[in-house]
């Protein structure tokens, strides 16, 4: 019997993919070079630290649980810590670092002398914290004129010390919804509303050139702001969360904060194969970590 060697057609072409199907959300064969020579970073670690900065609140309602409650407090800390610190290090020639507390924001920014702050993400509802702590803090972050980038917890105390208000993901004051409420988790696509904003630069690795309009970004939150406060401007959204990033350039500030975890980055990096190539989720991230970088230290 005869083989038929007639060659398939090709299928008809499929014309261009919807959102968020058209940009690829990694580029492989990429490197990861230190672009940037040198840089002071202050990083601030929005976590609980010891029972001073519990409210009555948080005393109340963790009881005889406080000091295991405590623990995990610090546990996540140090976990969240050390990636924005791995972040500096792998994107900065020759990185000074230092790490201060929440309470100590305003005197670390005043002694050290930053040339970019990064404020650390959050575990805890906010009434669980001292009021004064955030009352201090929200003084500090409306006044500082050192750059700054917030993660997730933190670009929630941004929002709310700039006026918005801190709810769960189905609009609920923190403490009506401890338990049941509904979180923002793994890896999703968020929208770019302001793909001309120097963040987003090199983010689409097709085309340069092109504006991205989608981010990969990892996240893990229960909490959103329930606006954009004055001043800022919406930079990313998502159908959950509708304010995902967003920027101050006014009153001789630089404020980025992101609702997503952007310093997972090298985590995931850390578990490729072979640095050879950069296809994870995570690359997004990476890229926004080191713009932001870029900008504070030119």
Known sequence: MSQDLTPINDPPEIGAL??????????????????????????????????????????????????????????????????ILNNVSRLVKRPTTEVAHLSEAAEADKRFKPDAIVLSGTLRDFDYYNSLILEDFGVFIRETKTPVLAICGGHQLVGLSFGARVLTLANMEQHEQRATRPHEYQYRFVRITEPTDPIFKNINCADPETPARILRVWQNHGLQLDRIPDGFKLLATSYLCRNQMMVKRTEGQLIYTVQFHLEKSFEDWNKNRTRWEHPNESRDGRILFENFLTLATS
């Open 18 to 83: 919807p959102f968020p199907f058209n940009q690829q959300n990694f580029c492989r064969y990429e490197p990861v070079h230190q672009s940037i020579d040198e840089a002071r970073v202050l990083v601030v670690d929005n976590l609980l630290r010891d029972e001073r900065d519990l409210s009555s609140v948080a005393r109340e309602e963790w009881g005889v649980a406080l000091a295991a409650e405590m623990r995990r407090e610090r546990m996540i800390a140090g976990m969240a810590i050390e990636n």
